[in-house]
């Protein structure tokens, strides 16, 4: 440590580090509610499935579209400050869900959900790498993501139980409330950096900005994070967000008990390969890239497998298909691990914003990809899909894998070529 680095005390790191994730896990909550109420919902707000599916594909969308301002604004004006907005914009936003009675204002409602939450998670990447040593970065990264998951766990039986005993007002209500709690507590707690409550960047300007996601699109450990974040991320979070229980129960003729323990299984494996992935990539900072294509193969090939098994493929084999699946969400992560020791602390937070929107776009894509060619593939109106429409449908992942895996390599070979020279001595090499 040289005389000029604050001191950091190891127990005022973790209180910040957990109030933070405590507004990313209520961040995951809020997104995940609409989960368990979405017969409510129809019922509430006279809508069809296809309305109600609206919510979260726009949710997503604003997520994904606000990764990079948010990066920008991290950058600029520190965590601690955005956080406190997203908490913030969080409860106004859910409390406006509650209280709402058409569709239309839901729907804005959901959107400023979106936003809301899209502030969460840039911010505390950010607040790691003040806060916690270079070698245990990665760890507390692949950690903050899985407690992050326990948001919608808890969106579940928890949720299901409010909506059933309080009603719609009152269930969403009470949990917008907590964030109001949260945010007193944040306000309290919560330093950008051990020797400074508020750590500012440059003033943004349009010229600014554009040069400094030009800089951050420009180191190749950036392109490299950006890819292995699509590559990774989609087959997992397609599964999880809407095709998983439709393809096991029509396409591999799983009973619904079936189908709903395979999932919990995939957040299960979720959670536990995260830690020793982190734990993994901060013993071996130099083998990143090779971690993520094993991880990557292995999906692939055991996709292959339950695709071309000839009829209904055994539960085993399903076992492991949602287990080896599962990896690749924390696997996505050791994108931001590349980005990280790619750019200097600066523009941290807008390349991390820019790797983060890779796995969206790649799922949105996959998402409405199977959507059209299950229409395609199922004879007349309706939702009967067969195993064969399936079998196409899923296939569409092929050219997702094609087009991350080229741009993989490609990147792969410049990074390992490339250690930037803003960061001459911090951090592994970039891949």
Same mark, same amino acid.
């Given at each position: 440590?040289?005389?000029?680095?604050?001191?950091?005390?190891?127990?005022?790191?973790?209180?910040?580090?957990?109030?933070?994730?405590?507004?990313?896990?209520?961040?995951?909550?809020?997104?995940?509610?609409?989960?368990?109420?979405?017969?409510?919902?129809?019922?509430? =707000?006279?809508?069809?499935?296809?309305?109600?599916?609206?919510?979260?594909?726009?949710?997503?969308?604003?997520?994904? +579209?606000?990764?990079?301002?948010?990066?920008?604004?991290?950058?600029?004006?520190?965590?601690?400050?955005?956080?406190?907005?997203?908490?913030?914009?969080?409860?106004?936003?859910?409390?406006?869900?509650?209280?709402?009675?058409?569709? +239309?204002?839901?729907?804005?409602?959901?959107?400023?959900?979106?936003?809301?939450?899209?502030?969460?998670?840039?911010?505390?990447?950010?607040?790691?790498?003040?806060?916690?040593?270079?070698?245990?970065?990665?760890?507390?990264?692949?950690?903050? @993501?899985?407690?992050?998951?326990?948001?919608?766990?808890?969106?579940?039986?928890?949720?299901?139980?409010?909506?059933?005993?309080?009603?719609?007002?009152?269930?969403?209500?009470?949990?917008?409330?907590?964030?109001?709690?949260?945010?007193?507590?944040?306000?309290?707690?919560?330093?950008?950096?051990?020797?400074?409550?508020?750590?500012?960047?440059?003033?943004?300007?349009?010229?600014?900005?554009?040069?400094?996601?030009?800089?951050?699109?420009?180191?190749?450990?950036?392109?490299?994070?950006?890819?292995?974040?699509?590559?990774?991320? =989609?087959?997992?979070?397609?599964?999880?967000?809407?095709?998983?229980?439709?393809?096991?129960?029509?396409?591999?003729?799983?009973?619904?008990?079936?189908?709903?323990?395979?999932?919990?299984?995939?957040?299960?494996?979720?959670?536990?390969?995260?830690?020793?992935? +982190?734990?993994?990539?901060?013993?071996?900072?130099?083998?990143?890239?090779?971690?993520?294509?094993?991880?990557?193969?292995?999906?692939?090939?055991?996709?292959?497998?339950?695709?071309?098994?000839? @009829?209904?493929?055994?539960?085993?084999?399903?076992?492991?298909?949602?287990?080896?699946?599962?990896?690749?969400?924390?696997?996505?992560?050791?994108?931001?691990?590349?980005?990280?020791?790619?750019?200097?602390?600066?523009?941290?937070?807008?390349?991390?914003?820019? &790797?983060?929107?890779?796995?969206?776009?790649?799922?949105?894509?996959?998402?409405?990809? &199977?959507?059209? &060619?299950?229409?395609?593939?199922?004879?007349?109106?309706?939702?009967?899909?067969?195993?064969?429409?399936?079998?196409?449908?899923?296939?569409?992942?092929?050219?997702?894998?094609?087009?991350?895996?080229?741009?993989?390599?490609?990147?792969?070979?410049?990074?390992?070529?490339?250690?930037?020279?803003?960061?001459?001595?911090? +951090?592994?090499?970039?891949?």
């Amino acid at each position: 440590m040289s005389p000029d680095e604050p001191v950091i005390d190891r127990r005022t790191a973790f209180t910040v580090w957990i109030v933070a994730v405590l507004i990313y896990l209520l961040a995951v909550f809020h997104r995940s509610s609409l989960a368990v109420a979405g017969l409510a919902a129809t019922e509430r =707000f006279d809508i069809s499935a296809s309305q109600l599916a609206t919510f979260t594909m726009l949710q997503l969308l604003v997520y994904a +579209g606000m990764q990079i301002p948010v990066g920008l604004l991290v950058d600029r004006f520190g965590s601690r400050s955005v956080l406190l907005t997203g908490v913030l914009l969080l409860t106004a936003a859910q409390s406006a869900f509650a209280l709402a009675d058409s569709y +239309g204002l839901a729907l804005v409602a959901r959107l400023f959900v979106g936003m809301g939450d899209a502030m969460t998670f840039l911010s505390v990447v950010r607040l790691l790498t003040a806060w916690f040593p270079v070698g245990r970065i990665p760890l507390m990264t692949q950690v903050t @993501g899985t407690l992050g998951q326990l948001g919608a766990i808890a969106a579940t039986v928890p949720m299901t139980w409010a909506l059933g005993n309080l009603g719609w007002t009152r269930a969403y209500l009470s949990t917008a409330m907590l964030g109001l709690v949260l945010a007193v507590v944040a306000f309290v707690v919560l330093r950008d950096a051990p020797d400074r409550r508020h750590v500012r960047g440059a003033v943004l300007s349009a010229r600014s900005v554009r040069a400094s996601l030009a800089a951050s699109w420009a180191q190749p450990g950036t392109r490299l994070g950006f890819w292995i974040h699509f590559t990774t991320q =989609f087959s997992a979070t397609t599964l999880a967000l809407l095709w998983g229980y439709p393809f096991l129960v029509k396409g591999e003729g799983r009973s619904a008990g079936e189908a709903g323990v395979l999932l919990s299984l995939m957040v299960a494996a979720f959670a536990l390969s995260g830690p020793l992935l +982190g734990w993994l990539v901060g013993r071996h900072p130099w083998h990143r890239s090779s971690m993520v294509l094993a991880v990557v193969s292995a999906i692939v090939v055991v996709w292959t497998v339950v695709l071309a098994w000839p @009829g209904e493929a055994p539960l085993g084999v399903l076992v492991l298909l949602v287990v080896v699946v599962a990896v690749g969400g924390p696997a996505s992560v050791i994108g931001f691990d590349v980005g990280r020791t790619s750019n200097p602390t600066e523009r941290l937070a807008s390349a991390t914003g820019i &790797i983060n929107v890779a796995g969206f776009v790649a799922s949105l894509t996959l998402v409405i990809s &199977i959507g059209l &060619i299950l229409d395609w593939r199922t004879p007349g109106a309706g939702t009967d899909y067969t195993p064969a429409a399936f079998r196409w449908a899923m296939s569409a992942q092929y050219v997702l894998w094609a087009v991350g895996l080229s741009q993989f390599w490609r990147y792969r070979r410049l990074a390992r070529l490339h250690r930037p020279r803003e960061r001459p001595a911090t +951090g592994p090499a970039p891949a």
